[in-house]
């Protein structure tokens, strides 16, 4: 055994893991005085042939192979990776999906802990089965089919005996292994809250996952009423008949296994009246006796239950898809190609999401993901900031110099916010590495090669800016090789499951609370000028606001949007800007403007405040006030 395939030695003599550990590798017995599935994972690590210990992660070109097999679990899982980034980052850990083998597809969190991960190989392209790395969580929850959390001197190998991870397999429909979810982190910033984490958010992945693939009907229940349309509903998916996938709840409550209810006749399992509750919630007898509450939904007619007319019945009608995974499947092939993504939309509308997203499912995911808020900087800081400076370049200048952010971004995704705010003497510049990609820093010094793909955003309109003679025309056209044209909340059509959604993942579904239907007509209909980062702050407060288990309706909404007449929609659907990019562009400014001035006058000119009212940085208010006096 070499030193990297050893096992962990005893960390002290009183701690319980270090005398399983002594009593199981120095003296050859069996592992006691560690849980069960710890003990039967050293028993299987124990045959393992170490020497084929694999650090080294496949090739970027074979990720992107191994990505494209698993891309409906990639898609379903995205929305939890976002959610539990935050919670990692903030928890100096990184969250982890992986293949059914284990091979890490995904990798992303807390800067802090990014290099300790990368030092021993947990990192995208690189597979943690039990097979090659002995006890783990990824590898261990695999084989066990069930959360697990794997703490320093649990691992098997002496290389992990800092890490901690909590990891939850995600199985599909019919029971096989899609993949796993991961928290990692240094030993101690790993405990049962982060397993609690993993274990709910893989089931909402296998929620999601069962809905996008199923075929035919649906059949939606619980014995609580109120959970039925949530991802603690038990789902049944029946085609032709017969069932074809099942949840877990679904079989908890059959008391059965995968193989005890998939392909059987539906009519045997829920009696012939089955078909009663399509479209219309309802009570069902089984064959039994037992009764379930619970609705049926045919495929590719409208989810609710019992649809009412509403003024927005027409876009209501349409599936409650995600209107922005096109977008970045098509921006995701562009961008691989080497062209640059240009991102506009809104503020608050998910622009720097779309870029992470972006970044994620690219050819340079496991390259560095560098951001640059060009509004954020003051002008003569973006130059350094942006391509780097040698010793002393300039007063206050950092000792050693600064590679810059280009630079920083080699081997990855260089994304540049709100690039409309970008000096236009440094737009020459920076057309200039797009085009010869190397980087001179500020001070001299010799010319860097660099290699990146670039994603810019911005909330204005270029065309406009070039017409004013504020930015390069040639720039322009060699950044919005392909625009990216995010639409405003108001004008998604899956607002109300977007809603629905973000209420139970910003703490609803944790603290049971129930979204009334009334509450979420409201909430739909609002124009949300802030979009979702103003969605956010306000379902946060609802949830915080809540009692543990109460039901969310009309009166608790905020008194702003307590009013029976929602703020009228404002114009210029963002779909329509790449096709028109000056005059959309032209209207999402004209709506920024207008949604900062209703915020203002609402809040008697109070900036900070119609930032927060807004879900903005203040400099963002700032900012547009400036314009408008200049
Ligand atoms: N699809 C989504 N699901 C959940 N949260 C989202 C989604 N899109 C955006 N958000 C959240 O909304 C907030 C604003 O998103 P983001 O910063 O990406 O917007 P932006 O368009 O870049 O805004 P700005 O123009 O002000 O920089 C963030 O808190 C982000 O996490």
Not at 57 to 78: F, H, K, N, V, Y
Not at 382 to 406: M, Q
Not at 439 to 446: R, Y
């Amino acid at each position: 055994m070499t030193d990297a395939t050893a096992p962990a030695h005893p960390l002290d003599g009183h701690d319980p893991i270090a005398l399983a550990r002594e009593l199981f590798f120095r003296e050859g017995r069996e592992a006691a005085g560690v849980a069960e599935p710890i003990a039967r994972s050293w028993q299987r690590s124990r045959h393992l042939p170490w020497q084929q210990h694999q650090l080294e992660p496949i090739t970027l070109g074979e990720l992107d192979e191994r990505r494209e097999q698993s891309l409906r679990l990639l898609a379903c899982a995205q929305p939890e990776l976002d959610g539990l980034a935050e919670h990692a980052a903030g928890n100096g850990c990184v969250v982890i999906l992986t293949d059914p083998s284990g091979l890490i597809l995904h990798e992303i969190g807390s800067p802090e802990f990014l290099p300790k991960a990368e030092r021993i190989a947990l990192k995208p392209g690189v597979e943690w089965s039990e097979g090659l790395r002995g006890t783990n969580a990824i590898g261990t929850a695999l084989v066990e089919r069930h959360a697990i959390m794997v703490l320093g001197g649990e691992h098997y190998l002496a290389p992990y005996a800092q890490l901690g991870c909590a990891a939850a397999p995600i199985l599909d429909g019919r029971g096989a292994v899609a993949g796993v979810l991961d928290i990692s982190g240094d030993t101690q910033r790993v405990n049962q809250h982060a397993l609690g984490l993993v274990r709910m958010s893989a089931q909402q992945v296998e929620h999601r996952m069962l809905l996008a693939g199923a075929e035919g009907h649906v059949l939606r229940f619980h014995a609580r009423p109120g959970l039925i349309g949530t991802p603690r509903e038990a789902v049944l998916v029946i085609t032709d008949g017969r069932i074809a996938a099942a949840n877990r709840l679904a079989l908890e409550f059959f008391d059965s296994d995968w193989a005890g209810l998939l392909d059987r006749d539906i009519r045997g399992l829920l009696g012939r009246d089955w078909g009663r509750l399509e479209h219309q919630r309802g009570l069902l007898t089984l064959p039994g006796g037992r009764q379930i509450a619970g609705v049926v939904e045919r495929l590719g007619a409208p989810l609710h239950a019992a649809p009412r007319p509403r003024a927005d019945a027409a876009q209501e009608a349409q599936p409650e898809s995600d209107p922005v995974a096109p977008l970045l499947a098509q921006a995701r092939r562009v961008l691989d190609q080497g062209v640059p993504v240009l991102v506009t939309g809104e503020t608050g509308s998910g622009k720097d999401v779309f870029a992470r997203r972006l970044h994620a499912a690219s050819r340079r995911s496991a390259g560095p993901f560098v951001a640059l808020d060009c509004a954020s900087l003051p002008e003569n800081l973006i130059e350094a900031e942006l391509f780097g400076y040698e010793d002393g370049a300039f007063t206050g200048a950092r000792k050693r110099g600064s590679p810059g952010r280009v630079r920083e971004a080699d081997g990855g995704i260089l994304f540049l916010d709100e690039i409309g705010e970008m000096p236009i003497g440094l737009q020459s510049r920076l057309l200039r590495v797009l085009e010869n990609r190397v980087v001179v820093p500020l001070g001299g010094g010799k010319p860097v090669p660099v290699d990146f793909d670039l994603v810019c955003a911005t909330h204005q309109s270029l065309a406009a800016m070039v017409q004013a003679g504020r930015f390069r025309a040639d720039l322009m056209y060699r950044l919005a090789g392909f625009t990216a044209s995010l639409p405003a909340l108001r004008e998604r059509a899956d607002r109300r499951a977007l809603i629905a959604r973000l209420f139970d993942d910003l703490g609803g579904r944790q603290r049971g609370l129930h979204l009334q239907e009334e509450a979420l007509d409201r909430l739909a209909a609002h124009s949300w000028p802030g979009n979702v980062r103003e969605l956010r702050s306000v379902l946060k407060s609802l949830v915080a606001l809540a009692e543990e288990g109460a039901v969310v309706g009309l009166d608790e909404l905020p008194m702003a949007l307590r009013g029976a007449t929602p703020v009228p929609a404002m114009p210029a659907t963002a779909a329509a800007a790449s096709d028109r990019p000056v005059a959309a562009a032209e209207s999402l400014r004209d709506a920024t403007r207008s949604a900062i001035a209703q915020a203002l006058q609402a809040t008697g000119n109070d900036v900070a405040q119609a930032a927060r009212l807004l879900g903005v940085h203040r400099s963002t208010v700032y900012r547009h006030l400036a314009r408008r006096r200049s």
